[in-house]
């Protein structure tokens, strides 16, 4: 276990965990915090030894937001000259699938974290919300456009007026969560399920998310187009030889990620 200034990391078999370690203030994501997550994150993107990464809170909750403190006295002007938003684009940019495992509440910058996250895994109990406009503000890391995405606009647009909460259960509903469990379970229930796409053939993994990702901004054509680059690339690999070898040999494979 690696114990940075506001979040702790280690490796179980080929998944990188990162746990965010500031419980004093409720895990609030301060600048120091976004920037070591997404350092951890692009190392381990580059580490052939890690498949797939995790990103969790503690058992009580994922994370209350960005740090208030932190953002009281900003203004626009040094917003800009801050330019942090640049670091969050980035997490868009990793290649290996993200997951988030989520206890307790998810709130405003870490509900943006979560959704940046590829997957998410959450307790039966959580609470997912963006309560910028009680603070006379809105969502700017990506939440009003990926909410909007992920459950339309009548419903996004209602959320995030009334600065509410919702359950897990609602966000599974609307396709914001991929799976709820109890809440003792959603640690070991995620690293299951990272454990599972970590076995699968790596490039067809990563070239799968570069796909799904790009169909969510393309048209279908485009995206269909981009789609066949990728299917025809594979074809370029040792993983689909030893991938179709081992399937009419009746044996497992054994991918290499080449
Ligand atoms: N920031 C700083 N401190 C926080 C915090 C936060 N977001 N949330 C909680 N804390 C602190 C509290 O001040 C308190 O500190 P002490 O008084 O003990 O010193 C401690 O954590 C415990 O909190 P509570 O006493 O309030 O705990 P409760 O269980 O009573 O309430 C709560 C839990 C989650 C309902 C409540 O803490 C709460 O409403 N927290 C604030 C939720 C919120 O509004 N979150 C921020 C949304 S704005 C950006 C990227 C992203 C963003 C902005 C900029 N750039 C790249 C520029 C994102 C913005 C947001 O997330």
């Known amino acids: 276990m690696v114990n940075k200034e506001t979040i702790k990391t280690w490796t179980e078999d080929r998944v990188g965990v990162i746990q965010l370690d500031r419980s004093k203030v409720l895990n609030a994501l301060n600048r120091r915090m976004v920037t070591e997550i997404l350092q951890t994150l692009e190392e381990w993107d580059r580490d052939d030894k890690i498949s797939v990464m995790v990103v969790t809170g503690n058992d009580k909750l994922f994370a209350a937001g960005a740090d208030i403190d932190e953002m009281a006295e900003d203004d626009s002007i040094s917003l800009e000259l801050l330019n942090q938003f640049a670091e969050w684009d980035r997490i868009a940019w990793v290649k290996k699938p993200i997951i988030a495992a989520v206890n ?6 870490a509900f943006e974290l979560a959704l940046s996250c590829d997957l998410i895994v959450a307790a039966e109990d959580a609470q997912f919300g963006f309560p910028e406009i009680n603070l006379g503000v809105m969502p700017g890391a990506g939440g009003t456009v990926r909410l909007t995405k992920l459950m339309g606009r009548t419903k996004a647009l209602e959320w995030l007026w009334l600065g509410e909460y919702m359950t897990a259960k609602t966000a599974c509903e609307n396709g914001v969560v991929n799976r709820t469990v109890a809440p ?18 790596p490039l067809s993994v990563r070239m799968i998310k570069e796909t799904v990702n790009k169909s969510v901004d393309h048209s279908v054509y485009e995206a269909m187009q981009f789609e066949r680059k990728n299917f025809y690339m594979l074809f370029s690999s040792e993983d689909q030889k030893e991938g179709m070898n081992a399937f009419v040999k009746k044996r497992k494979p054994r991918f290499k990620g080449k």
């Open 184 to 201: 003792e379970l959603v640690f070991e229930e995620t690293m299951k399920l990272a454990r599972k796409i970590a076995r699968q053939a």
């Open 104 to 109: 307790g509440y998810c709130l405003g910058g």
